[in-house]
C-alpha cells in the first residue's frame, strides 16, 4: 500500500548465482521544508531487500539430486551487504537504485549457487524448502514491504514442485499481499509460462547469448518497478507459448533468426511507450512441464497492446522455426580433420567448441586429437577427479612423467578414456579450484584437468599454470556459445568448428534420445506440433 506521507518500501529478491560483498549506501533524507512553526517530518527511506536462489538444472545428468551441501559448497550462504552486488542482474538493480534518493538496500540471505553449476541435477524438496524458509523469515521480518525484486534463472528443477520461480513468488506474495509489485528478471534460457505472472506483476528476460545484458535488466527491473510503487506505472501482461523446443548450441543470438527475434523485441519497445519485450529460448535438459520458448510482454495498463505485441512475437518466431536448426555441427573425425586443414593453410587459431559435454569428461575430441596427431592444441578443459586424487595421493610434481587414462567416465555418452602419455607441467590451483593438472602431450599440446566441468569463456581463463594461448593454434571448450565471448565477438580464432557426438544423449541437439516425463516432446516443434496449432 502506497503511503503519502512515507517513501515506500521495497523488499528485493535477487536470485543468480555468482555474488562478492557489497557495501550498502546510507539513505539520503530529503530535507524539510521551511517553515515557521515546525519542520516537516523527513520521509522514510525505500527499503530494498535483496536475495539470491537461481540454478540452471539439467534433470538428465548424473550425480545425484543436489542438496545443501551443493548449494554452499562454493561459499557459505551471502548475507546482509554480500547480497547487494551478487551476480550481474543484482549489480545493475543496486546501481540503479542508488541514483535515486531515499533508498535503503535489504541483503536478505542467499545461496551462491550449486557446485557444478548447470552439469547439476535436481534440486531435493527438501533443500528448497529450507532455503526459501530462510528468505521467507527474512522477508517477514522486513515487512511491511512495498515492492519484491526476483533476480532469478528460470531453469530451476525441484524435485515435486513443476515451477519452482512461481512457487517462490507465490510464497512472497502470500506474505506480502496482493498490492504490493513484485518484478523479476531472468536467464535467456529460462523455462515460465504464464503461471510466474499470476502471482509477480514484471519479467524481464536478458536479449543476448552469450549474456551481455544482465546488469542492464537488472537496471530496467528497478526503475520499473519503482515507478510502479509510485503509482506511475501498471503493468499488464500477456504470455505467449510458440510451441518450440531448441538445444542451447543453436540459440547464439548472433546469427538469424535469433539475431532478428530479439530485434523485433527491441523494435517494439523502441516504438511503444513503456513497453517491455521478453523472449526466453528455454533450457530442454530441465525436465519440467513449462519446457521451450515463451514471450512474455509488459505494458503500462494497456492489456490489448500487451496482447497484440505478444501474438505479432508469437507468429514470428513459428515463421521462422525451421531457420532455428540450420547450425552446422561436425562430429570429432571431421572436426579435427578440419582443425589440421585450416592450421597447414595458415589459417589459426581454431576453435573446436564442444557443444555437448554438459558433464566435461567427454572425450571424443581428445581421442581424435591423439588419433589424428593434432598438434599445438590447447585443451581446455577434461573433468577428471580421479586423476587428480591420484596425482595428489602420489604426491606427483612437475617434470614427472604422465602415463595415465583421463576422462571417458559415462562410456555413452562421454567416450572412453583416452589414454594421455607426456609430462605433468602444472599441479595447483587455477579456474576457481584448489588443484588442476596440465598435460603436456604429443607435438605441443597440453591439456587441462579439473575436478568438475568449467567452460572456457576467455582467453584470460586458460593464462594458468604458466600457460600462453598465443602459443597454440588451436583450442578445445566445453562450450556451447559462450566461448564466443572470448574467441569470436573479438576477433581472436577466424576458424571455429561446433563439434557434435555420436549418439543420442543428454546434451545432443537429438532431444528425442531422452526420456521426458514431465513434457511430451511431441507437443513441441521440430518433434511435433503444438496441440493449438493442429
Not at 587414462?405 to 578414456?417: E, L, Q, R, T
Request: aromatic content about 8%; charged content about 25%.
Amino acid at each position: 500500500m502506497i503511503r503519502s506521507t512515507q517513501w515506500l518500501l521495497i523488499a528485493v529478491f535477487s536470485i543468480s548465482l555468482a555474488g562478492c560483498g557489497g557495501t550498502e549506501d546510507p539513505p539520503q533524507s530529503v530535507a524539510p521544508m521551511p517553515t515557521t512553526t515546525t519542520a516537516a517530518a523527513t520521509p522514510e527511506p525505500l527499503r530494498i531487500a535483496v536475495l539470491r536462489f537461481s540454478h540452471e538444472t539439467c534433470t538428465f545428468c548424473p550425480g545425484g539430486d543436489v542438496t545443501m551441501e551443493d548449494w554452499t559448497k562454493i561459499r557459505d550462504m551471502d548475507v546482509g551487504d554480500e547480497v547487494l552486488t551478487a551476480g550481474g542482474y543484482t549489480k545493475g538493480f543496486t546501481s540503479a537504485m542508488r541514483e535515486y534518493q531515499g533508498v535503503e538496500l535489504i541483503g536478505l540471505t542467499s545461496p551462491p549457487g550449486v557446485y557444478g553449476g548447470s552439469s547439476r541435477s535436481w534440486s531435493t524438496r527438501e533443500t528448497f524448502e529450507e532455503i526459501m524458509a530462510g528468505q521467507i523469515a527474512d522477508l517477514e521480518a522486513a515487512m511491511p514491504v512495498d515492492g519484491v525484486y526476483l533476480a532469478m534463472h528460470g531453469a530451476m528443477a525441484v524435485r515435486d514442485i513443476p515451477r519452482p520461480e512461481a512457487e517462490v513468488a507465490k510464497r512472497i506474495r502470500q506474505v506480502v499481499g496482493p498490492d504490493v509489485p513484485i518484478a523479476a528478471t531472468f536467464d535467456l534460457h529460462a523455462n515460465e509460462d504464464e503461471e510466474f505472472l499470476k502471482w509477480a506483476d514484471i519479467s524481464l528476460v536478458i536479449k543476448r547469448y552469450p549474456h551481455y545484458d544482465t546488469g542492464l535488466q537488472g537496471e530496467r527491473a528497478a526503475r520499473l518497478l519503482l515507478r510502479t510503487i509510485r503509482g506511475s506505472y501498471e503493468p499488464t501482461g500477456a504470455t505467449r507459448r510458440p510451441g518450440i523446443v531448441t538445444p542451447t548450441v543453436l540459440q547464439w543470438t548472433g546469427r538469424s533468426p535469433y539475431m532478428d527475434i530479439y530485434e523485433r523485441a527491441r523494435r517494439w519497445e523502441s516504438r511503444e511507450t513503456d513497453v517491455f519485450v521478453s523472449v526466453a529460448l528455454g533450457f530442454p535438459w530441465s525436465d519440467v512441464p513449462d519446457l521451450g520458448a515463451n514471450i512474455q510482454v509488459i505494458t503500462n495498463n494497456d492489456q490489448a497492446l500487451a496482447d497484440r505485441i505478444a501474438d505479432d512475437m508469437n507468429e514470428y518466431m513459428w515463421r521462422v522455426r525451421e531457420q532455428m536448426f540450420d547450425t552446422e555441427l561436425l562430429m570429432p573425425e571431421e572436426a579435427v580433420s578440419r582443425a589440421i586443414n585450416d592450421i597447414e593453410g595458415g589459417v589459426s587459431p581454431v576453435v573446436l567448441a564442444d557443444y555437448s559435454d554438459r558433464n566435461g569428461d567427454s572425450t571424443w575430441i581428445l581421442d581424435e586429437i591423439v588419433k589424428q596427431g593434432l598438434s599445438g592444441v590447447l585443451y581446455g578443459t577434461v573433468r577428471d577427479e580421479l586423476v587428480i586424487q591420484q596425482l595428489l595421493s602420489s604426491e606427483a610434481q612437475p617434470g614427472d612423467a604422465f602415463d595415465m587414462p583421463v576422462g571417458g567416465f559415462a562410456a555413452d555418452s562421454s567416450g572412453k578414456p583416452v589414454q594421455i602419455t607426456g609430462t605433468l607441467s602444472y599441479i595447483g590451483e587455477g579456474l576457481g579450484y584448489d588443484t588442476i593438472a596440465i598435460v603436456e602431450f604429443g607435438e605441443d599440446n597440453s591439456l587441462i584437468i579439473t575436478p568438475a566441468l568449467r567452460q572456457i569463456i576467455w582467453t584470460e581463463q586458460l593464462e594458468v599454470g604458466g600457460l600462453d594461448p598465443d602459443d597454440f593454434k588451436a583450442f578445445v571448450t566445453k562450450s556451447r556459445v559462450h566461448f564466443r565471448r572470448g574467441f569470436d565477438e573479438t576477433g581472436y580464432s577466424p576458424s571455429i568448428y561446433i563439434v557434435d557426438a555420436p549418439g543420442g544423449f543428454v546434451g545432443t541437439v537429438r532431444l528425442d534420445s531422452l526420456s521426458y516425463d514431465n513434457v511430451e516432446l511431441t507437443d513441441l516443434y521440430p518433434y511435433g506440433t503444438p496441440p493449438d496449432r493442429r
